[in-house]
């Protein structure tokens, strides 16, 4: 939503267009795509508001100072959260971040062992934690994986104690399908990998979804998939002070557009042609 007409808002690309002297979009009369120079126009374009957003932040908020030892789950925002850390600390130098990337099962024991004082994780068997980040879940394999209802369907699955297993294992159990165990990882990355590399079909929340893989449309008898939902713990005992601008950083971040979002959303449009909101 721009508050622009259609006319003025062509008119703008067409002046930004001899600005830069190179076409940024491809034109049809169905669709429009960027141009290889309107992606990079655009990360650069991303990168001129998220300094913007730091510099304003940087004025208006408190320098925060001490070292936090945060868990975060490798389910929450697998393609950003490098960048939104990197970009957290140069905001708030005086913050020591100890950062302890793991399976949610993992996380939990650490914390419960008192050796970390914040823990981003999904929301596992038990009710527990304040959710801050929630996403829609599917089925997605390789881009040339094709469903064939008839055979066993082949799972790419985590080790256990995992909550996604159990969900493909209950949803398909309920549509009467019959599935095999194609492979076993112990990351997310490796189930990525796996996918990627046509070993068989997985469930996750929808950011996983990669370049060279594609959401699967499943039949309508399948149980309907929940969302999935990233929790926070320890933050009502760990220094508010610390905690505070980081969760608020972290979500805000989630929130906002981004390149690699936009990159994201096209690959799962293209591959499926539904994709729904968060």
Not at 160 to 166: K, N, T
Request: with cysteine.
């Amino acid at each position: 939503m721009v508050s622009r007409s259609q006319s003025a808002v062509s008119q703008k690309i067409r002046r930004l267009e001899d600005l830069v002297g190179y076409p940024l979009f491809d034109r049809t009369s169905r669709a429009l795509a960027l141009t290889g120079a309107g992606g990079q126009l655009l990360i650069g374009a991303r990168r001129l508001l998220d300094l913007n957003d730091d510099v304003i932040r940087s004025l208006r908020a408190p320098q925060a100072t001490g070292r936090l030892r945060v868990g975060i789950c490798e389910d929450f925002v697998p393609l950003q959260l490098s960048r939104l850390l990197a970009r957290f600390l140069r905001l708030h130098p005086g913050v020591q971040l100890d950062i302890n990337t793991s399976l949610t099962h993992g996380l939990l024991r650490e914390f419960e062992a008192g050796n970390l004082d914040l823990v981003i994780a999904t929301r596992e068997f038990k009710e527990r934690g304040r959710v801050i980040w929630r996403e829609p879940m599917v089925w997605f394999a390789a881009s040339d994986f094709r469903l064939d209802l008839d055979r066993p369907l082949p799972l790419v699955l985590l080790q256990p104690p995992c909550s996604y297993r159990e969900l493909m294992f209950t949803t398909l159990d309920a549509a009467r399908q019959a599935w095999v165990t194609a492979c076993t990882v112990s990351s997310l990355t490796g189930v990525q990998s796996a996918v990627a590399g046509g070993l068989g079909i997985t469930l996750l929340g929808r950011s996983f979804v990669q370049e060279g893989m594609q959401i699967i449309d499943v039949p309508k008898h399948w149980p309907p998939l929940p969302m999935t939902e990233i929790v926070v713990l320890g933050d009502d005992t760990a220094e508010k002070s610390l905690v505070q601008p980081l969760l608020e950083f972290l979500v805000e971040g989630m929130r906002m557009p981004s390149a690699i979002e936009d990159e994201r959303n096209q690959i799962a449009r293209k591959t499926s042609g539904k994709v729904a909101p968060i």
